[in-house]
């Protein structure tokens, strides 16, 4: 945006440090105090206060940090719109997805819309689903990719594409000659899941309360933060693990980790868009199209 002191402001209210708003913005941390306090003296408020070592923002800066926001959306939504009146798509697109979809769904999406739209600057964000809603809300990021069962309250959801959920194993371990298990059985196999806050935590609990099972009952040996370590821990251990298909494509392939059916157990779900309006910016509606031109 074209105010250089309200990009300094956002990002000292996200950030609640003027060191690190000065790292982000490649500027001096005199330069941020200089921007600041030109914003309290033309709006005459003070914008931030001290407690002990902790930086907060005041009633106004809360003001002005949702009014700024406000004006930064528009802005990329001007420059984007204005830039389809040279036949040229540029602009800057803030992503969000959680951790399955980042890994495994979006890095081929992303390096074929980038060749396709070389004008385009995209960042992405990765976390579980509740960190990416959070972002959304906060206007961190423009869109975000989800795959959580449940609905944040404010946003909307557009379909990505379908995913399955499988129950793993590696060749060698105890269920080396099982086929499949009955939910019951379930409950006796060495777990490995998801954190709290997880999309896939979120499915694999609603699936199995339908068959009468909560959490508490499973035999969970260990939780883990991404879908890689739960990989990495199956592959060396005698515990099994409930993941995303997409997510063991090359380790079935290769043959270092297998698939036990669940019997009467249905874990699909939806990878689904979150944004902040019903109807999203054009930038970002251009992406949403071509990330779901593969399904």
């Known amino acids: 945006m074209d105010d ?65 926001e406000r004006l930064a959306d528009d802005y990329r939504r001007m420059e984007y719109e204005m830039s389809l009146c040279t036949s040229a798509v540029e602009g800057e697109l ?15 999406i992303l390096a074929r819309f980038t060749t396709r739209f070389p ?26 990719m989800v795959e959580s069962v449940s609905r944040r309250q404010g946003l909307h959801y557009t379909l990505l594409a379908p995913d399955e959920l499988v129950l793993i194993a590696r060749p060698g371990g105890p269920c080396s000659r099982i086929d499949s298990v009955t939910p019951d059985e379930l409950r006796r196999l060495p777990l490995v899941l998801r954190e709290s806050g997880s999309g896939t935590l ?34 060396n251990s005698d515990a099994v693990a409930i993941v995303s298909v997409i997510s063991v494509v090359d380790e079935l392939r290769s043959g270092v980790l297998r698939i036990v059916d669940l019997d009467s157990l249905a874990l699909t779900r939806d990878f689904m868009f979150i944004h902040a309006e019903a109807e999203p910016a054009r930038l970002v509606r251009q992406f949403m199209d071509f990330a779901r031109a593969d399904f």
């Open 4 to 68: 250089f002191r309200l990009k300094v402001f956002i990002t000292a209210a996200r950030t609640l440090s003027f060191t690190r708003t000065a790292e982000q913005l490649f500027v001096s941390q005199p330069a941020v105090s200089k921007h600041i306090g030109e914003l309290e003296s033309h709006y005459k408020v003070q914008l931030f206060a001290r407690r002990g070592s902790r930086l907060e923002l005041t009633p106004a800066g809360e003001t002005l940090l949702c009014c700024a």
């Open 94 to 108: 803030r992503l969000g997805a959680s951790t399955t979809i980042a890994q495994y769904l979006l890095p081929p």
């Open 119 to 144: 004008g385009v600057r995209v960042s992405m964000l990765s976390g579980n689903s509740d960190q990416v809603g959070q972002a959304l809300g906060e206007h961190g990021i423009d869109l975000g």
């Open 202 to 235: 979120e499915v694999i609990k609603t699936a199995l309360g339908r068959a009468g099972i909560r959490i508490p009952q499973l035999n969970v040996v260990m939780r883990l933060g991404s879908t890689e370590a739960i990989k990495a821990f199956v592959r």
